[in-house]
Structures are given as C-alpha cells and as structure tokens.
C-alpha cells in the first residue's frame, strides 16, 4: 500500500511537472496580427497567397527562391514547401499547409524546418486570411505565432518580423497590379511606387 501511495505522488508530481512547463513554453510564444486592404479582388490576393502556394518567392521580397517538396504539386492541406532566403541556399524554412479552407480563403502555415532560423518549429506559424471587402478590394490578415530560441529573443524579433510581413503585403499588391516578381534587389523601388500611388 505504501509503494501505491509513493508511486501515485510520484506520478502526480510528474505531471505537475510537465503541465508547468507546458504552461511556460506557452507564455513565451508571441504573437501579432499584420492586416492590410489591398486594392485588389479577395480572389486575386487569394490565388497569391493560398493557390500558388509554391511560388511564394514572387510575391515575398526576402525569399530568393521557392518550391514545393515531399511530393506535393499543388495547394492543399498538407501541402509542403520550402523557402530559400539565400542564393546558395544554405539558409531555409519548410513550411507545410493546414486546415486550408478555400471557401473562406484561410489557411494556417506551419513551420516544420527552421534549419539555421532561430524559432522553435513547434510554436512557430502563420495563419493567412483573405476577406473581401467590395469587387475590387480585400483586406489580408496575417496572424503569426512564433517562439525564438532562445525564447528572451522573442520580444526583439517582434518588431522585425511585423516589418516582414507589412512588406510582403505590400509585394503581394505589387505582384497582382504589375504581373511583377518582387525581390530583394528591386522591393526598394516597389515600395517607393507604393508610396506614390498611397499619396494619390
């Protein structure tokens, strides 16, 4: 009876111990929300962000390059892709699709390989929604959930990250109104066209 009692608090404690560091993990995720009317068609964005899943390089002015991998050919929930941030290609994100819901034109990314990027994997995603306004203007909205590693960085990162993703909403604009890749190289004078057209 005594081994029962000992092995029950022992039990007990062990999962004490994990539900607090559950608990904790949590508390260090971040999280913000980027939203921006685009003066474009809910299915001109979506087919951007949601359709050409693939092909995110286009539209994305820090993403040198980007395919499809694990076998998949299309969008779709499971759908996996990888992310080149450099022309050799030694530094890269692979994301994969879930709960992809055309009909409300959502879908959450989620990062399985960070390789050199200092996020945990398991916190880190994104959840794309497209809402359409009127024929011709939609608001896109981005939330992100994201742990660093380590976790005191994430408070730092946020900043930069919102500033990522303000720049890719504005490429996506910039891709649909012009056909258009946005790169590195040229997102500086991108971004001073979307400044002059705003001023209008």
């Not at 730092?156 to 303000?166: C, E, Q, S």
């Amino acid at each position: 009876m005594f081994k029962n009692q000992k092995l029950s608090i022992i039990m007990a404690l062990f999962f004490v111990v994990v539900a607090a560091n559950n608990t904790a993990a949590q508390k260090k995720v971040q999280t913000f929300t980027i939203s921006k009317v685009i003066p474009h068609s809910a299915e001109k964005v979506w087919h951007v962000v949601g359709v050409d899943y693939g092909a995110v390089a286009n539209s994305h002015p820090k993403i040198m390059a980007s395919d499809y991998v694990a076998g998949s050919l299309k969008a779709g929930e499971g759908a996996e892709r990888v992310c080149y941030f450099n022309e050799k290609k030694t530094r890269l994100l692979k994301e994969r699709m879930v709960s992809y819901n055309p009909n409300e034109m959502t879908f959450i990314n989620q990062v399985f390989h960070a390789d050199k990027f200092p996020v945990d994997p398991e916190y880190t995603r994104g959840t794309y929604k497209v809402v359409p306004i009127d024929n011709n203007s939609c608001k896109f909205e981005f939330k992100m959930e994201y742990r660093t590693k380590p976790a005191f960085m994430g408070a730092f990162a946020k900043g930069k990250f919102k500033r990522l993703i303000k720049d890719y909403a504005i490429s996506i604009e910039h891709h649909i109104l012009t056909g258009e890749n946005v790169t590195k190289e040229n997102f500086r004078d991108v971004k001073r066209q979307y400044k002059a057209r705003t001023k209008k």
